[in-house]
């Protein structure tokens, strides 16, 4: 249920007087509040053929007590367009009519509406591709500040092994420089455990 009132203020300035806004909008079933300032009196409501498709009344005739302030129901149906009628209010017997013109707006069943933050409007974002240097980055294990002097020097002494062993072209020169890049390898396997 909408908490959208319709307010017909009743005896404000003289017996039967009645006052109500002109016009009235809601998206879904409301009440209307009698408050009645004077004595007691009698009020009837009707509504007319167009505002009949979508609203309904349970009863048209309604005793409001003196002082007393009463709230009547009015059922709306949702409808897929908006609709817009007259509300006729009557009292004391006919004395005084008053008529609202009662529009009702296709709602959200009396929910209120969502709002949606303009990041959600946007396409994500996606990261950019890494390039080559972002690829070799992903294959190569996360270098600490330990590890890197290891590397320089294992470097240097792969060089050195190297080049002396193509120096020298000797058997044992050429075992020795192999023992120290199979040891070079070994250590780095340790070091980046």
Not at 38 to 59: C, F, K, M, W, Y
Not at 81 to 107: F, R
Not at 151 to 163: K, N, P, T
Not at 167 to 175: E, G, P, Y
Request: charged letters at 20%.
């Amino acid at each position: 249920m909408s908490n959208a009132s319709l307010t017909v203020t009743l005896n404000a300035d003289r017996p039967h007087d009645l006052s109500v806004n002109p016009s009235f909008s809601t998206t879904d079933s409301f009440a209307v509040e009698f408050d009645n300032r004077g004595q007691a009196v009698h009020v009837h409501l009707n509504i007319d053929d167009e505002l009949s498709r979508v609203a309904s009344l349970p009863t048209g005739n309604h005793f409001v007590d003196s002082g007393e302030t009463k709230l009547v129901m009015v059922p709306v149906r949702p409808d897929s367009k908006p609709v817009t009628g007259k509300l006729k209010i009557v009292s004391g017997y006919g004395s005084e009519t008053a008529y609202v013109d009662v529009t009702v707006n296709p709602g959200n069943g009396g929910k209120p509406p969502v709002e949606i933050d303009e990041e959600f409007s946007k396409p994500p974002q996606r990261a950019p591709e890494p390039g080559a240097v972002g690829k070799m980055e992903q294959l190569l294990p996360r270098l600490d500040s330990g590890i890197v002097p290891l590397l320089v020097l294992s470097g240097i002494a792969l060089v050195l092994a190297v080049a002396v062993a193509s120096v020298f072209q000797s058997f044992a020169i050429t075992l020795g420089a192999g023992a120290v890049v199979g040891g070079v390898f070994v250590a780095l396997a340790l070091a980046m455990r």
